[in-house]
Structures are given as structure tokens and as C-alpha cells.
């Protein structure tokens, strides 16, 4: 059993170690100049460590069915009157060929957390159906058990996404009224148990406009030291996603300014030299622009977060949600579709995106991982 984060939480912000000492007080407040300053060091690590790289991924949104009710998501069970889909494995298949065909080969499968709609059998049969075309598939869904995760790893995913949404206890139980996310610590054990199923890759965040952005940042940083020196075998990732508009119509408690998405970047790079950075569509296309060369090692684009949204597959099974329990529709449904997580700010092409990238002098990395490298004979040659 892995050692649990849950007192070095708990001990924040009062105790911390001489790393997190050093990332809050990157955190204090800093001038134009200071802040300035911290993106050319961050710009430069990330040069140092990761190229002129940047790996490109797209999301493919499975199903929006969920039995969470979560103050601050579209997906949200209280949210009965929103279209949903659970698509079918060659629905998916179809999604991700499009998404090939833009030049990705690293997909990152997403859905509602619905054990009735997205089974453990369901997404080990979704993760082998695309297997051969796409090398690298990661999944951000409901958390599992650590066996579950190693079915799978075995099915030929390698990549475990899970955001905690909030650290602050009280906080949490008040965004997480009903269903499984309702249990802080069985979600903020999700990345050990992911590890102990053999992720290479474990990707943790935060939603920022929840809580203090300065104490939210701290305790992800906890978080990722802890998964550094307990899961050391892994890779990480983190991110510092944004509210977004989404159906609830539910708004920001706090702000989270861009001056302040700079700050936390660059507190976070410079003081975690080789972690992932991830950028999603959620943010405005300037913003990324601007953002891309100063920390930043994966973005996302041409993003959609409604299952079907690239292809349109799945609008012929549309259908509300209520208690959990499937309400067919009543008439046509010729131009309605699944409703998304959240609203997309960054619309571009990845085309275009990859293009702003050659424009910046970095290089847009579609493929870096194949499965072939662990077989036998790679190893041999």
C-alpha cells in the first residue's frame, strides 16, 4: 500500500517542506518586472528539458452520462434536461479515426462517471478497438480500483488523467452533493491506485475558480512532490484548467486571473523542472499563444467536449438522464446533439494551432510513444 497524502494535506499551509517553502514563495506577490523575470527562467528550463517540443492531444468524449451531481459541471446529474449519449465502440472508432486524419496519435478518452453506461467492459473494449491506430491512449473517467487500472494498461492504455477539482476539504463536499465523487479520499488516492496499475504516464489538476488560487496551487504542488517521491516509475502532468460556461449555468467563487495563470506556470516549472504542463481549449487562443512557449510541453486543439462532436456520431440515441435513469425523448431531435463538460474558447483548427506553434519556432509533436518499444524484439534490436 502506498503511503497516503492525506496528512501532508492536511498539515498545508501551515507546515511545508523546503520545496513547497520555495514554490510559496514564488507565489507571493511580484511585480511586472519580477513576474517578467520568472517567464524568461521558466521559458528557458522548459527549453532546456523538453526542446522545442510541444506533444499535441485531442479528447474524445465516450459518454456525458454521469451520476455525480457536481455544482460546476455540464455532466452534472441534477442537469436533467441536457442530451446525453453513451457512444457505441464503433461510434468511437469512427471519432478517433477523424481524429487520426487531423494527424493525432495521442488521444485522451473522457467520460461521465455512470458504472450503468461507462463499464469497466465498455472501456477496455474501447481502448482495444483503437489500440492498433492510436499509439498513445490515456483515460480521464471515474475512479477505479487498482486491479481495474491494470485491465486497463493491459488493454493497451498507458496514460491515467484525474483532477481533483478542489483540496479544500469543505469546499469539496459543498460542489459534491451526491454519487461516488462525494468521498474526497477515495478520489485523492485515484493517482496511487492508477500507479499501482502500471500508468506510465498520471496527469493531476485542479479547477481553478473554486478556491483561493494560491492555496489551491500550493496544495497541487503537495501533491505532485508526494507522487514524485512515492510513484517514482511514472511520468506526470499537471494543469490548471479554468471554470468554463457550462450548462447550470454555475459561476466562478474566486478569480484566477491570466496575470495569475503566468504565476502559477512558472511557479510550478521552475520549481518541478520536468513535469508536463498541459494547455487545453479551454483558454482563449491569445492567451495560449502566449502561454505555449513559456512552460507549456502538451496542448490540446480543436477540441470538442460533447461525445460525438467531431463526427456527429450518437445523435440518433439522444436521450435525458433523470435519477441516473434513461428518459427517451420525446419527437425529433434533427439538429440537437449531446451537450459538453464545458464551453470551448480556443476554436482553432490543429491545423492552425500547429501552424501559431512553427510560427513560435516550436515543433508540433503528434506521435512520441509506441507500444512497439516494450515488445521483445524492439528490445533485442
Same mark, same amino acid.
Not at 500500500?1 to 494535506?9: E, Y
Not at 517540443?53 to 460546476?72: G, Q
Given at each position: ?6 496528512? +501532508?494535506?492536511d498539515a498545508l499551509p501551515t507546515r511545508k517542506s523546503p520545496l513547497m517553502e520555495k514554490f510559496w ?20 528550463? *522548459? ?5 522545442? *517540443? ?6 474524445? &468524449? =465516450? ?6 451531481? @457536481?455544482? &460546476? @459541471? ?7 434536461? #441536457?442530451?446525453? $449519449? ?6 468511437? /472508432? ?15 478518452? +473522457? ?6 453506461? $461507462? ?7 474501447? /481502448? ?5 491506430? $492510436?499509439?498513445? /491512449? ?14 486497463? =494498461?493491459?488493454?493497451? @492504455? ?13 469546499? &469539496? ?5 451526491? %454519487? ?9 488516492? @485515484?493517482?496511487?491506485? %492508477? ?6 504516464? #498520471? ?45 447550470? %449555468? ?30 487545453? *481549449? ?9 502561454? !505555449?512557449?513559456?512552460?507549456?510541453? *502538451?496542448?490540446? !486543439? ?70 512497439? #518499444? ?8
Open positions: 500500500m502506498l503511503t497516503s497524502f492525506t496528512p +501532508v494535506l514563495a514564488l507565489l507571493e506577490t511580484k511585480s511586472p518586472s519580477q513576474l517578467e523575470a520568472m517567464a524568461r527562467e521558466s521559458r528557458a528550463i *522548459t527549453r532546456r528539458n523538453f526542446g522545442r *517540443t510541444m506533444r499535441m492531444f485531442a479528447p474524445l &468524449y =465516450v459518454s456525458n452520462e454521469c451520476v455525480n451531481n @457536481c455544482s &460546476y @459541471c455540464g455532466f452534472s446529474r441534477d442537469n436533467t434536461s #441536457i442530451m446525453r $449519449v453513451t457512444l457505441t465502440v464503433d461510434q468511437v /472508432i469512427k471519432e478517433a479515426r477523424h481524429l487520426t486524419q487531423q494527424g493525432f496519435r495521442n488521444i485522451l478518452l +473522457v467520460a461521465g462517471e455512470h458504472p450503468r453506461f $461507462v463499464s469497466e467492459g465498455y472501456l477496455e473494449e474501447c /481502448i482495444h478497438a483503437i489500440r492498433d491506430f $492510436v499509439p498513445t /491512449i490515456g483515460i480521464e473517467v471515474g475512479p477505479m480500483e487498482a486491479p481495474e487500472y491494470e485491465r486497463m =494498461v493491459k488493454a493497451g @492504455c498507458e496514460g491515467l488523467v484525474v483532477y481533483h477539482e478542489t483540496y479544500d476539504r469543505p469546499l &469539496y463536499s459543498e460542489m459534491h452533493t451526491a %454519487g461516488p465523487k462525494k468521498d474526497f479520499e477515495w478520489r485523492l488516492a @485515484c493517482p496511487e491506485r %492508477g500507479y499501482e496499475g502500471g500508468f506510465r504516464r #498520471i496527469g493531476i489538476g485542479a479547477l481553478f475558480g473554486l478556491s483561493d488560487w494560491r492555496l489551491e496551487a500550493l496544495r497541487l504542488a503537495a501533491h505532485l512532490e508526494h507522487l514524485y517521491k512515492h510513484c517514482w516509475k511514472s511520468s506526470f502532468t499537471v494543469a490548471f484548467p479554468r471554470l468554463r460556461p457550462a450548462a447550470g %449555468g454555475f459561476q466562478p467563487k474566486t478569480g484566477f486571473p491570466d496575470w495569475a495563470l503566468v504565476q502559477t506556470l512558472c511557479a510550478f516549472r521552475l520549481t518541478f523542472p520536468e513535469v508536463g504542463v498541459v494547455l487545453s *481549449t479551454r483558454e482563449p487562443a491569445a492567451l495560449r499563444d502566449a502561454l !505555449a512557449p513559456l512552460g507549456v510541453t *502538451t496542448m490540446s !486543439a480543436g477540441s470538442h467536449t460533447e461525445p460525438g462532436g467531431y463526427t456527429g456520431a450518437g445523435q440518433d440515441d439522444l436521450h435525458h438522464t433523470v435519477r441516473g435513469k434513461r428518459v427517451d425523448l420525446d419527437g425529433k431531435t434533427e439538429n440537437a446533439k449531446a451537450e459538453g463538460q464545458f464551453g470551448i474558447a480556443d476554436t482553432r483548427s490543429p491545423a492552425e494551432v500547429a501552424e501559431m506553434l512553427k510560427n513560435q519556432g516550436l515543433d508540433a509533436v503528434w506521435k512520441d510513444w509506441d507500444p512497439s #518499444i516494450l515488445t521483445e524484439g524492439a528490445l533485442a534490436a
